[in-house]
């Protein structure tokens, strides 16, 4: 082959994320994408605040990572915001990057000006469904040349998006599960085998509705349902929360059948030990844990909040409730725990949407689309 006929070599896009302290939906959709790449045109960098769990996931997955932190803007951060802008501005001319793609916020603004200052172009991936004001969407639209949003209701989370000329929809895809057979996985979470149990998989916060699913459960119990309910996550940024969950158990006499396992970096594994998943939420892009409890083949009752509707079909692959409605929530999952017919069709229902609607690959190739509009084939590295 003679040097003419050769391949381009992979171009460097740096991935800048405002944090890799746990390991959530967004982080491992992230850790999904720069594993799906095409490499042999992407060259991705992951650019974190600090070493931890998502860095070392990435660099077991071949992922170059480097660390800039980047502040909150606080009066005290009005020299350390410049200096992080300037880091990521210096570490894509190191890695000749042609894009910078960010995923929060935080991310967004600073990634959005060091491309500014290097004049190239920035992707904007907008992961959740409520913006922290219409002025700051406003602003990061402005400082991204493309805007990726997971769902119609992350893109319809703002006017400023709405509006946005170069807004695309791509939904988050996941490859297949490693699960662990039912027996093995309620032995993980020391449930017995028996039982008929209920899950809840995600961090415990307000927003979650986690105090729902104890109060649907509750209802649950007094109806004659003999059931057992296993939270799967840790506390989120409002550690209290957690305690007033677990007080309000003790309170209500369901302490012997209700659980907290903690996080799990194994979670998605763990779906074979819940006869149904509960997902309360209040708001949602997204939610990744519903597209997984679809490929576990595990039925679904779930708040009708933003995205979930766009993952869950109502009566066809699971149940939505109106958020915020523990009567509702407790009524739908007992229906599905009566109806086995109605399980079944919600599974082989739910398997296949995940499988059409929710890909990997599509999710990777549809993204690889939008760069190459950015960056065309012969530009600069």
């Known amino acids: 082959m003679t040097p003419s006929s050769a391949p381009p070599e992979p171009r460097a896009v740096l991935y800048v994320t405002e944090r890799s302290d746990f390991f959530g939906g967004g982080q491992r959709s992230l850790r999904d994408l720069l594993g799906a790449l095409d490499r042999s045109r992407y060259r991705p960098v992951a650019v974190l605040p600090e070493d931890g769990p998502l860095a070392f996931a990435l660099r077991a997955d071949g992922v170059a990572t480097r660390f800039v932190p980047l502040p909150r803007l606080r009066p005290g951060s009005l020299l350390a915001a410049p200096r992080a802008v300037l880091a990521l501005v210096a570490l894509a001319r190191r890695k000749e990057a042609v894009l910078l793609h960010s995923d929060s916020p935080r991310a967004a603004l600073y990634a959005g000006i060091a491309a500014r200052l290097l004049r190239l172009p920035h992707l904007w991936h907008v992961r959740a469904s409520r913006p922290s004001s219409e002025t700051a969407d406003r602003i990061l639209a402005a400082l991204a040349r493309s805007i990726v949003a997971v769902s119609n209701a992350a893109a319809g989370r703002s006017r400023a998006l709405r509006r946005a000329p ?6 988050t895809g996941i490859g297949a599960l490693q699960l662990f057979d039912r027996d093995t996985a309620r032995a993980r979470l020391g449930l017995p085998r028996e039982a008929v149990v209920l899950g809840v998989v995600g961090r415990l916060e307000r927003d979650k509705g986690d105090e ?9 119990r007094a109806a004659g349902h003999a059931t057992h309910l296993m939270f799967v996550g840790g506390p989120g940024e409002e550690a209290e929360y957690a305690d007033e969950l677990l007080r309000g158990t003790d309170e209500g006499g369901l302490s012997e059948a209700v659980r907290f396992a903690g996080p799990r970096p194994e979670a998605a594994a763990l779906f074979p030990a819940f006869d149904l998943l509960l997902h309360p939420s209040r708001h949602e892009a997204l939610p990744r844990v519903l597209i997984e409890a679809l490929r576990a083949g595990v039925p679904v009752v779930a ?7 766009e993952v869950i079909e109502d009566g066809v692959s699971g149940l939505l409730v109106p958020p915020r409605d523990p009567e509702a929530l407790a009524g739908a999952a007992a229906r599905l725990l009566r109806d086995a017919a109605l399980r079944t069709a919600c599974v082989a229902a739910g398997r296949d949407r995940a499988g059409r609607r929710f890909d990997l690959q599509a999710m990777a190739r549809a ?9 065309p084939v012969g530009a600069a590295s």
């Open 212 to 220: 729902d699913a104890i109060e649907a459960f509750a209802r649950l």
């Open 303 to 309: 708040s009708a909040a933003g995205g979930s509707a």
């Open 367 to 375: 993204i690889e689309a939008i760069y190459a509009s950015l960056v």
């Open 166 to 171: 170069h807004l695309a929809v791509v939904p």
